[in-house]
């Protein structure tokens, strides 16, 4: 039982070693500003951080001075709102019929999905009920809704309100509402209209990493060949080249990186930007296709970043860090994510006050030996639960015995 019990202790710690050469190691670290008061702050990304990083950001973390991780979201500096957009509606008929209803004909001059119609009446205390019905050319009308109650309401600073009529959706070309006056005088309608939800976005702005190296090639092909290199893995989303050709130019182009091809035209008096799927190559080529025009020389070659910042609750009386490179890490999933929604865009900004290396050799965080003694340990626990392995079964043979 007492060998057992040793082999079993063996197996743990074997166990043990093993998890515990998989920990997170990161290499670089950054320390923040102070934080002043307890809130929301925000890390600006810029391109010296980001060539510390996975282009997914899956090896960056906030820590305090415990080493602690700090939940975080990593988003836009540029907030996307949503609004509600008005469209007016042409009124092509509007008329009281013999029967004492008022008929009123809209155009969906774009054949919108359509659910809803606000219509703008002068004052009136009324109540009043509707069909509304659809057609394609005006001569056949489909019934859309019926019984329509046209709310008792006005309002006192303006002598104009507003009715909504809500209705399943439609996209016909017209649309007829049918109001029964029960022989009253009608409703005066002066407008129709009708509201859709739009985001909107404010235009991105872009960081412009550290001006890149570049070697141009005009090749017999006819091609042009920019072999582009970045003096770090710096994150980019864009390119931006400044040419100088022949006063007119149209010229198909490809971008080669690691994400694949990206094609775009080159054309005279028309800036040279052109988006790219996120990567943080720090070589790439682009081919400029000339056929049998003069070649075009690339003065220069930027690569652009989208502006991000890393956004996390923080306490005064901490010490902050920024943790990165770590080819094992995984992205983190936080509850925060859920709630960005919430924290607001004018939130003050921690700026990094250094960045340090800090896979030095003495073990990090996680870290119990240095990977190259990894296999050497196990093998000598192997050797070790072999030995007692084997002194256990003779012990039994020589108790069968």
Same mark, same amino acid.
């Given at each position: 039982?007492?060998?057992?019990?040793?082999?079993?202790?063996?197996?743990?710690?074997?166990?043990?070693?093993?998890?515990?050469?998989?920990?997170?190691?990161?290499?670089?670290?950054?320390?923040?500003?102070? &934080?002043?008061?307890?809130?929301?702050?925000?890390?600006?990304?810029?391109?010296?951080?980001?060539?510390?990083? @996975?282009?997914?950001?899956?090896?960056? $973390?906030?820590?305090?001075?415990?080493?602690?991780?700090?939940?975080?979201?990593?988003? /836009?500096? !540029?907030?996307?709102? +949503?609004? #509600?957009?008005?469209?007016?509606?042409?009124?092509?008929?509007?008329?009281?019929?013999?029967?004492?209803?008022?008929?009123?004909?809209?155009?969906?001059?774009?054949?919108?999905?359509?659910?809803?119609?606000?219509?703008?009446?002068?004052?009136?205390?009324?109540? *009043?009920?509707?069909?509304?019905?659809?057609?394609?050319?005006?001569?056949?009308?489909?019934?859309?809704?019926?019984?329509?109650?046209?709310?008792?309401?006005?309002?006192?600073?303006?002598?104009?309100?507003?009715?909504?009529? #809500?209705?399943?959706?439609?996209?016909?070309?017209?649309?007829?509402? &049918?109001?029964?006056? =029960?022989?009253?005088?009608?409703?005066?309608?002066?407008?129709?209209?009708?509201?859709?939800?739009?985001? #909107?976005?404010? +235009?991105? +702005?872009?960081? /412009?990493?550290?001006?890149?190296?570049?070697?141009?090639?005009?090749?017999?092909?006819?091609?042009?060949?920019?072999? /582009?290199?970045?003096?770090?893995?710096?994150?980019?989303?864009?390119? =931006?080249?400044?040419?100088?050709?022949? #006063?007119?130019?149209? *010229?198909?182009?490809?971008?080669?990186?690691?994400?694949?091809?990206?094609?775009?035209?080159?054309?005279?008096?028309?800036?040279?930007?052109?988006?790219?799927?996120?990567?943080?190559?720090?070589?790439?080529?682009?081919?400029?296709?000339?056929?049998?025009?003069?070649?075009?020389?690339?003065?220069?070659?930027?690569?652009? !970043?989208?502006?991000?910042? @890393?956004?996390?609750?923080?306490?005064?009386?901490?010490?902050?860090?920024?943790?990165?490179?770590?080819?094992?890490?995984?992205?983190? &999933?936080?509850?925060? =994510?859920?709630? !960005?929604?919430?924290? +607001?865009?004018?939130?003050?900004?921690?700026?990094?006050?250094?960045?340090?290396?800090?896979?030095?050799?003495?073990?990090?965080?996680?870290?119990?030996?240095?990977?190259?003694?990894?296999?050497?340990?196990?093998?000598?626990?192997?050797?070790?639960?072999?030995?007692?392995?084997? $002194?256990?079964?003779?012990?039994?043979?020589?108790?069968?015995?």
């Amino acid at each position: 039982m007492i060998l057992m019990r040793k082999n079993n202790i063996i197996v743990l710690t074997l166990v043990a070693f093993c998890a515990t050469t998989n920990a997170q190691s990161f290499s670089v670290k950054a320390k923040l500003d102070a &934080v002043t008061a307890t809130g929301f702050y925000a890390v600006n990304i810029t391109p010296q951080l980001s060539s510390y990083v @996975a282009k997914d950001f899956r090896d960056l $973390r906030i820590a305090d001075d415990k080493g602690k991780f700090v939940p975080y979201i990593l988003r /836009t500096t !540029q907030p996307a709102f +949503s609004a #509600h957009d008005y469209i007016r509606l042409s009124i092509i008929k509007n008329e009281l019929a013999d029967s004492g209803r008022s008929i009123l004909v809209i155009q969906n001059t774009d054949t919108r999905k359509i659910s809803m119609i606000a219509l703008m009446l002068r004052n009136a205390a009324v109540t *009043r009920t509707a069909t509304i019905s659809g057609s394609d050319d005006m001569q056949s009308w489909f019934t859309i809704d019926e019984d329509i109650n046209f709310q008792k309401e006005f309002i006192t600073d303006s002598d104009k309100y507003v009715q909504t009529i #809500h209705f399943p959706t439609s996209s016909y070309k017209f649309l007829k509402i &049918v109001i029964d006056n =029960r022989k009253n005088n009608p409703l005066n309608i002066i407008e129709a209209g009708m509201y859709i939800d739009v985001e #909107h976005k404010q +235009s991105l +702005s872009y960081l /412009t990493n550290p001006a890149s190296a570049f070697t141009q090639t005009d090749s017999t092909d006819n091609i042009s060949y920019v072999k /582009t290199g970045q003096h770090a893995s710096y994150h980019f989303d864009r390119i =931006r080249l400044l040419i100088k050709g022949p #006063h007119f130019y149209k *010229r198909n182009v490809d971008v080669i990186t690691s994400e694949g091809i990206s094609s775009f035209e080159l054309v005279s008096g028309k800036d040279a930007v052109f988006d790219l799927p996120d990567c943080n190559d720090t070589n790439f080529i682009i081919k400029i296709y000339n056929g049998d025009n003069p070649v075009l020389t690339v003065d220069s070659v930027l690569t652009e !970043q989208e502006s991000k910042q @890393a956004v996390a609750y923080l306490e005064p009386g901490k010490e902050y860090y920024l943790l990165m490179h770590d080819s094992t890490a995984v992205k983190p &999933v936080y509850d925060l =994510r859920q709630f !960005q929604d919430s924290i +607001s865009y004018n939130i003050p900004a921690l700026n990094i006050i250094s960045f340090e290396n800090i896979n030095s050799n003495k073990p990090t965080a996680g870290e119990t030996f240095s990977s190259k003694w990894i296999w050497p340990a196990i093998i000598i626990m192997l050797i070790v639960l072999g030995f007692f392995t084997v $002194r256990l079964i003779k012990e039994v043979d020589k108790k069968k015995a």
